[in-house]
């Protein structure tokens, strides 16, 4: 090999290392360092009738401390009736389903679920919602799907109506309503966690298994916290 091809080479061979090199830097920086960091998943679903009752507005919330060990441990907002059945007028004993259980109801009715994020938020937004769990645990409010009523809240409120700004839905429910909690939150959104891109299709297939889900290849065979522990290198 002539010294111009062994230099050509030593050239290509450098700027290979080195695209490694900055690629590797860019995942860690994004998925290293989950630590003191906040994240957040919208969700919805509804019927294919498009029905009222069967749609349902909910949240995920979750800790990056947690997510950087592979813990996945979403503080879930999912306000529904005690029954899970939505009556249109009066109001109920609500209770506060978990993410996995709310997921699997949906798909158990078959309900279309719709998603929005994950999004790292700043952590007032985070603390309100922890609030808003307590208040919700608290047996202090109950459950009505027309919000009017005194000491009650639907899901919309439950889970949207969490920062100091006034939520207007108006008459949208479901995809729609979840959708204007989003632009809501705005404000308190730093913006996609790309890293956790997974963590909404691993969350809908552990709760529904045989659903169709969107999952990377090298996250198709794992759990969630599997997944999440692959992502950060661990």
């Not at 989950?34 to 969700?43: K, Q, S």
Request: charged share 15%; proline share 5%; aromatic share 10%.
């Amino acid at each position: 090999m002539t010294v111009a091809k062994q230099n050509l080479f030593a050239g290509f061979f450098c700027m290979f290392l080195l695209s490694i090199g900055q690629a590797s830097s860019l995942k860690a920086a994004e998925t290293t360092d989950l630590t003191g960091r906040y994240f957040m998943i919208v969700w919805s679903y509804q019927g294919p009738d498009g029905d009222l009752v069967h749609a349902h507005t909910f949240a995920s919330f979750y800790l990056g401390d947690d997510l950087a060990k592979g813990v996945v441990r979403p503080e879930t907002i999912s306000w529904l009736p005690a029954t899970a059945v939505v009556q249109p007028f009066g109001s109920e004993k609500g209770h506060n389903f978990s993410l996995t259980k709310t997921l699997q109801m949906a798909c158990s009715a078959g309900r279309q679920i719709h998603s929005w994020g994950p999004y790292e938020i700043d952590a007032t937004l985070f603390d309100s919602a922890i609030k808003r769990l307590a208040l919700l645990y608290s047996g202090r409010v109950r459950y009505s799907m027309i919000n009017a009523l005194p000491r009650s809240m639907n899901c919309i409120t439950a889970a949207g109506d969490l920062t100091g700004a006034p939520l207007d839905t108006g008459i949208l429910w479901g995809n729609a309503a979840s959708a204007k909690v989003v632009e809501h939150f705005s404000p308190h959104i730093l913006g996609k966690a790309f890293a956790l891109k997974d963590l909404i299709a691993r969350s809908r297939s552990d709760a529904c298994p045989g659903q169709p889900a969107e999952i990377s290849p090298q996250a198709a065979n794992t759990s969630i916290k599997q997944s999440i522990a692959a992502t950060l290198g661990h």
